[in-house]
Each structure stands twice: as C-alpha cells, then as structure tokens.
C-alpha cells in the first residue's frame, strides 16, 4: 500500500497524534509499505526533509495557502501513486476540505481520524461545525481515539466511525536507566500538559488529606498552570513532598514511572476540551503501575476499574483521596492490578497492533 499520512501537529513535538504520526509511520516502513508524511506548522514555509527514511514535506498553517498546498498535495499524490489518504489531524480545515473532495473525486481512499478536542472545537465556531458535517460525509472511512470520541459526533457519523486506540511502543521499558536511584516514600506520579483540564490542582488537594503517609508526588510536564500549581503546593503545606520535573522524554521520563508506587491523572471535561482517551495510562499501565482517573471521556476505556486501576467522579476530591488512599493501604491490591494492566497494554495496545489495524482499515474505509 502507498499511504500519505497529514497531520497539523509535527511530529518533533510531544502529545499523543505526534506520538501516532511518528509510530504509523517506522511500523508501516517495517511493514513493507510505501509512507510519505505532509506536515503542517506555522512557520510559512514549503520545506522537504527526511523523517524514518521517508519524505516529510512541511506546509504552512494558513488557510490563505490551502489553495497552494493542496496543488503540492495532489502533485505528490500523483507522483508517488498513493491509494490511501490518511488525514491524522486537520481534517476540519479549508484544506482538508479540499483534500477529501479531490480524492473522492479521483476514488483514493481516504480515512480521517478525531481525538475529541477537535470536535468539541469545532462545535464552537460555525465554519468549523460546517466542516465537521462535511468531512465525514467526504471522507471514505472515519476513525477515533475511543468509543467516548466516537459519541460526540453527529450520530450519522458515530455509526460510521472505528476505533483506533492509542498505542505504545513495549520497548520503551529497556530504556531505563540500569542503576535508576529508588525514593523512599510510595511516589505517585503524574505526566502531562499542565493545564487546567488535567486536574493536578485536584490531585495536589486530594494528597493534602494523605500527609499522614509516606508519601510524595511526582509532577512531569509543563504549560501555563505551572506557577499556579507550585503556589497552590505552598499553600497546602506540601511543596516539601512534591516535585515538578519539567517536560521530560525518553528514558527520563521512563524512570519516573518506573520508580512510581501509582499514576493519578484527575483529568476534567471543559467546553472546547476533553481527555479522549489518555495514553498516559498505558505507558504506566506497560510499567506495571495501577491508575487512579476519573470518569471523564475516554478514560474509563483506557482504565477498567476495580481491575487495572481506579475511577472517580471529576472534581471530587475526596474521593479521589479514598481512591488513592484504598491502594496505598493494600499494595498486594494495587501490585496485582499493575500486572493486569501490563498484560492489558501488551496484548491489546501495541503500536504493532494498532497499525495492522489502521492498514485494514485504509484498504477498505468503508469495511
């Protein structure tokens, strides 16, 4: 097969369709298959680079060149022979407007793919809410990130759409460090975005009630709620027994999950944003770690309560502290709830998987 993969979100960058854009890729290469990658970024420029030993082209972010770059596009298409579209993100733009008409146009398959935000974005904004009508109904096949994701779309696309979960790469366990240093203390640990929808303010009030435990908290990740959460620490009397990492990546980041008692994520629904699955419970789900998250979009598809982890209501903290508290007390609970989460991760949600799945349904959208 000869696959063009769009995505809006370059795959330098950390998030989960970066994550996808990069895996799709090296697994369908290994696979046999021919792979070229368009890139869309806000720098403005048309640039051609390498990427796994494939092209990737870089496009401008402006819907003033959509015109233009999908000339670029549909040359490529054309050069290359491809017989599959697959937009990754970017489906509800001007562009990938025109990307889908042209190639049903020209009877290419075409798959696009929704992660939950984009459609609760879209929603909000009358020229995007167009597109979400009309992309799907372009498009050869519809794929999401979870069941949950699948709901939010208008019922006569929900029907329609397939399930492409998150994946991980089961490798990523080696890549900690031999001689990793243990803390003392049981470390819950949180990796993500710091931003108001992930709950860390939740997480930090919900561990004040546990300070009667040995117990310390490990925050990985960066954004705009970062000086707020540090002084929210101080003002709950904990910032002694918590501590912000920073962005990290690779075997860093792999040691903190390694080195942690659980993972917590209280993650919270917004207007224009959701957590549409969170496969930050698979990465400590693949280190043998129980998960505490809330009933929240996708994420009870990603933890199954009471067998992999724990799940509470959003924005209750004390239950979120019970939840925490129930698994610190019986570690011979949270161990085995570790080791059916890793048997989970690997026998349903490699990157291997995944792609055998995405080839099946980018041969036939419509199956």
């Avoid at 402006?62 to 596009?73: D, E, F, M, Q, V």
């Avoid at 040359?75 to 290359?80: A, G, L, P, V, W």
């Avoid at 919270?268 to 929240?296: N, Y």
């Avoid at 998987?353 to 041969?363: A, D, G, H, R």
């Amino acid at each position: 097969m000869r696959v063009l993969i769009i995505t809006f979100d370059p795959p330098e960058n950390t998030g989960g369709i970066e994550g996808r854009a990069n895996n799709y890729t090296k697994q369908l290469i290994a696979l046999g298959h021919f792979v070229e990658v368009i890139s869309f970024s806000p720098e403005g420029k048309y640039t051609k680079e390498e990427l796994y030993g494939v092209t990737l082209w870089r496009f401008p972010a402006s819907s003033r060149r959509a015109i233009k770059s999908l000339g670029k596009t549909s040359k490529e298409i054309s050069r290359n022979k491809i017989d599959a579209v697959f937009l990754l993100s970017g489906a509800l733009t001007f562009y990938g407007v025109l990307l889908l008409l042209r190639a049903k146009l020209k009877g290419i398959n075409t798959l696009i793919f929704f992660y939950g935000k984009d459609i609760l974005t879209a929603k909000a904004s009358f020229l995007s809410a167009m597109a979400l009508w009309i992309s799907p109904r372009l498009a050869e096949g519809i794929a999401t990130n979870s069941h949950y994701t699948a709901g939010l779309l208008p019922k006569k696309y929900e029907r329609r759409a397939k399930i492409l979960y998150p994946s991980v790469d089961p490798s990523i366990v080696d890549q900690v460090p031999v001689e990793a240093p243990k803390k003392t203390g049981k470390v819950l640990l949180f990796v993500g975005r710091l931003v108001k929808r992930k709950g860390v303010d939740d997480l930090l009030r919900a561990f004040h009630s546990l300070q009667e435990l040995d117990t310390l908290v490990d925050i990985v990740g960066d954004g705009p709620e970062l000086n707020s959460l540090q002084s929210l620490s101080k003002e709950l009397g904990v910032s002694d027994r918590v501590k912000f990492w920073g962005k990290l990546s690779g075997g860093a980041l792999y040691e903190r999950y390694a080195n942690c008692y659980l993972f917590v994520m209280p993650s919270k629904r917004t207007k224009t944003d959701v957590e549409g699955f969170g496969t930050v419970f698979l990465e400590a789900g693949l280190f043998g770690k129980p998960c505490v998250g809330t009933r929240s979009g996708g994420i009870p598809e990603a933890i199954l309560d009471g067998e992999t982890g724990l799940l509470v209501p959003e924005e209750k903290n004390g239950l979120l502290s019970e939840a925490l508290l129930a698994l610190l007390k019986d570690p011979s609970r949270a161990k085995t709830m570790g080791e059916i989460a890793r048997k989970r991760v690997l026998s349903s949600f490699t990157w291997e998987e995944s792609t055998k799945l995405l080839i099946s349904f980018l041969s036939d959208p419509k199956m």
